[in-house]
Every structure is written in structure tokens, then in C-alpha cells.
């Protein structure tokens, strides 16, 4: 329990690149760059009741977007690898969580509540959800049941030339130019999930744990602005830039369940190993491994230095088509290089500054703990990017 209000201010800077972007029916840039500040309030209400609220703001510029209209502020030749500046080139997302947590007087069940609510350009999410944990065994074991329900909403943005005003008279090919497009009629989507988790202290030195989830969406599941093309239709061209054969169509419901754990070992006062295993599936045709490791070096009493990797596989969905290897009778279909088949590794370092008598001072508040750490993604297809993060939390006196 807080004895004092904290303050959690958060940043991170992204940026990734590649040559398989959806927007541009899996061949053109992915270059991508998105910034994003978060500050989370904790307040401790009275000695059993916490409320915290969590706001935060993320804008990013993106090429791959930029090409939903790739006619609008362009300069010469137009081609998937290049951007727009038009209005879809960028975006910001807001959101606003409040959670309300109580906890027994005893110390050894906990309950919370919370409501989200996020906002951008063409999606809007409303969100609720609960949770209860109960710790056992002089609280050497823990088991916890949450969920969660989002009820969103598209805006769709559809590829500027299935828009029923299109027309340009530099549209090359053979024959007249007419995709077999029609709108989403269902513009929303519910997502429902169920999570379990179960944590053990399995000695002075051990830490087990496990953890399930259950995920059920329904509605529009496609993204309205990603284009896919046809392998037994003509192809159509301004410029250099391909135009849609149709977005992507993909199912209206989807199941998933991820399962897995984490084991953490200390080693000694300079070592701990912390593990970490997944196991995914879905009804999509997708499954996925996950396996990472952290080893923090405790430096001293202030500072711990975070070395970390992480490995990534998964399979192809069942819908996903390479760009022109779809064929127009299929009903459904993608070429969204994230439903393919790759794996992945990420590699990271981070440090941590920790002062439990918050000595520096920012006006009343103390700092108690300072996290930077710095990470490099690299994917099997081409698609490798950057993050750095910035974490502080500091403590009202």
C-alpha cells in the first residue's frame, strides 16, 4: 500500500523501417517513427484504497500511412516506396485509464476496477474492466482472475482510390480500372478477454509463475485501409503506385489463447536471471513461441544495469497472400506482413537509478527510481526498428 502519492512520468521514442507495408498491399515503406508521453498518478485514498489515473499522448509520422492518399501533396513520381504529405501522414492517440484498487485489511486479497477510453483520427475505444487477487500461504502464493471488455468503433479510411469521388486521368493499364470493392457494413468491434495468473515463491532463491489468457473479438477485425492485390486481375497504375484491387477482408471473429510463464532466479547480490516463455494460438491459423531472458547487474546500492534478449516465431495465418497471390474468388484474404510467417529477436539494455530516501528533489516530490532503456527489433522479412524509453517515479512527501 502507497503511504504517499506517486508520480510515474513516462516517454518513449520509436522508429522502425522496412519494405512491406499493408497500407500498400505488402510491398513499399514501412517507415514509421512515433513518440509518446504517459503520466500515471497513484493516490492513496485512505490505508486500504488506491486511485490511480493514467494519461497519455502518442503521435507518430508514418510514410507507410501517408500512402492511404498517396496523390495528396506529393512531389513527382509516385511510387509505394516514397510518402505523401497529406492528412494521413501522421496521427495522435490519447487515452485516459482510471483504476480504483481496494485491498483487504488483512493484506491478502486485493480487488480493482477500471474504465479506458482512447481516441484517434479513425478509431475510437471504450474500455472497462475488473480484477481480484488473493494471496495464500503467508502470501507465498498468489492467484488472480481479471478481465477486460473493449467496445471500439472504425472511422473507416479507405485507399484513396475506392473512394466512390475518385477519378484521375493518369490511371494507366489494360482496360478500365474497376475494383471489385464495397464498404464495411459493420463499423465496430468488441474484444472480451479473461486472464488467470498464478505466482509461486518456490524458495529463498525461486519465483514461479504462470498465466492464461482468453481472448474473444467480434466485428470488423479488417483495417479498412490496407490494400490487397489480385494475381488474376489486371493491374492499374498512377505512376509508379499500384492501385487496390480491395482491402483486406478478413473473418469477424477471432479466438486466442496465449499461455506461459516466467522463473526467476537470484543468483546472488550482484545477479538475478529472470526468464520468460509464451505459447500463442488462434483460430486464424496463427502460433507463436516467445522466449526471453533479463539478467539485471546490480552496480551498487543505486544502480542496475538490464541486459536483455527476446526470440520471437510464429506461423503464417491462414488468410495471408504475398502481394498478387491472392486470386478475386477468395472471400478472404491479406497481405499484412504481420499475419505471415517470421521470427523475430530484440535486443536491449537498460539502467535503472534507485534511492528509496528520494534525495533529489523536483519542487515537493522526491525521485525515487529513474529507468532508461534502449532496444533494437529485427524481423526475418525485412522489418527492423528502435525504441528508446524513459521512465521516472517520483514520491509526494
Known amino acids: 500500500m502507497l503511504e504517499t502519492a506517486e508520480i510515474d512520468l513516462l516517454f518513449s521514442y520509436y522508429d522502425q523501417d522496412g519494405n512491406n507495408a499493408a497500407v500498400t498491399g505488402g510491398e513499399g515503406t514501412e517507415e514509421l517513427t512515433d513518440v509518446t508521453s504517459s503520466i500515471v498518478v497513484n493516490i492513496p485514498m485512505n ?14 509520422s508514418s510514410a507507410s500511412s501517408s500512402n492511404v492518399n498517396p496523390f495528396d501533396g506529393a512531389n513527382g513520381n509516385v511510387s509505394p516506396f516514397s510518402a505523401s504529405s497529406g492528412a494521413s501522414r501522421s496521427d495522435v492517440l490519447t487515452y485516459f485509464k482510471p483504476t480504483y484498487q481496494h485491498t483487504s485489511e488483512d493484506r491478502n486479497s486485493v480487488m480493482s476496477a477500471n474504465i479506458y477510453v482512447s481516441s484517434e483520427y479513425d478509431y475510437f475505444s471504450l474500455g472497462f474492466g475488473g480484477g481480484f487477487t488473493q494471496l495464500f500461504n503467508e502470501k507465498n502464493t498468489e492467484v488472480s482472475i481479471s478481465g477486460q471488455v473493449y467496445l471500439d468503433k472504425w472511422n473507416p479510411q479507405y485507399p484513396i482510390e475506392l473512394r466512390n469521388d475518385f477519378f484521375d486521368d493518369r490511371v494507366n493499364g489494360v482496360g478500365t480500372y474497376n475494383p471489385i470493392f464495397s464498404s464495411f457494413q459493420d463499423e465496430n468491434r468488441n474484444s472480451y478477454s479473461v486472464s488467470f495468473g498464478f505466482s509461486q515463491i518456490l524458495s529463498k532463491r525461486l519465483q514461479g509463475a504462470l498465466f492464461m489468457d482468453i481472448v474473444s473479438q467480434n466485428g470488423l477485425l479488417s483495417t479498412p485501409h ?21 482491402v483486406e477482408r ?8 496465449p499461455i506461459g510463464g516466467r522463473l ?7 545477479f538475478v536471471l529472470r526468464t520468460y516463455y509464451r505459447y500463442y494460438y488462434d483460430d486464424w491459423g496463427v502460433t507463436s513461441h516467445t522466449a526471453s531472458i533479463e539478467v539485471p547487474i546490480k552496480l551498487n546500492d543505486s544502480f542496475t544495469l538490464y541486459p536483455t534478449y527476446r526470440y520471437y516465431k510464429q506461423t503464417a495465418g491462414d488468410y495471408f497472400y504475398a502481394k498478387e497471390d491472392a486470386l478475386s474468388t477468395l472471400p478472404l484474404y491479406t497481405s499484412d506482413y504481420d499475419l505471415s510467417d517470421y521470427n523475430a529477436h530484440q535486443y536491449g539494455v537498460g539502467i535503472r537509478y534507485k534511492d528509496i530516501f528520494t534525495k533529489a528533489k523536483v519542487f515537493t516530490f522526491g525521485l525515487k527510481t529513474l529507468d532508461l532503456r534502449f532496444g533494437m527489433y529485427d524481423r526475418s522479412d525485412g522489418l527492423s526498428a528502435s525504441i528508446i524509453t524513459l521512465g521516472t517515479t517520483f514520491v509526494g512527501n
Open 226 to 246: 490496407q490494400r490487397v492485390y489480385f494475381g488474376d486481375v489486371n493491374d492499374f497504375f498512377i505512376d509508379d503506385f499500384q492501385l487496390a484491387d480491395d
Open 264 to 270: 526467476n532466479y537470484y543468483l546472488n547480490d550482484t
Open 47 to 60: 490505508e486500504d484504497d488506491i486511485l490511480t489515473v493514467d494519461i497519455g499522448v502518442s503521435a507518430y
Open 250 to 257: 478478413l473473418p469477424d471473429s477471432r479466438f486466442k489463447i
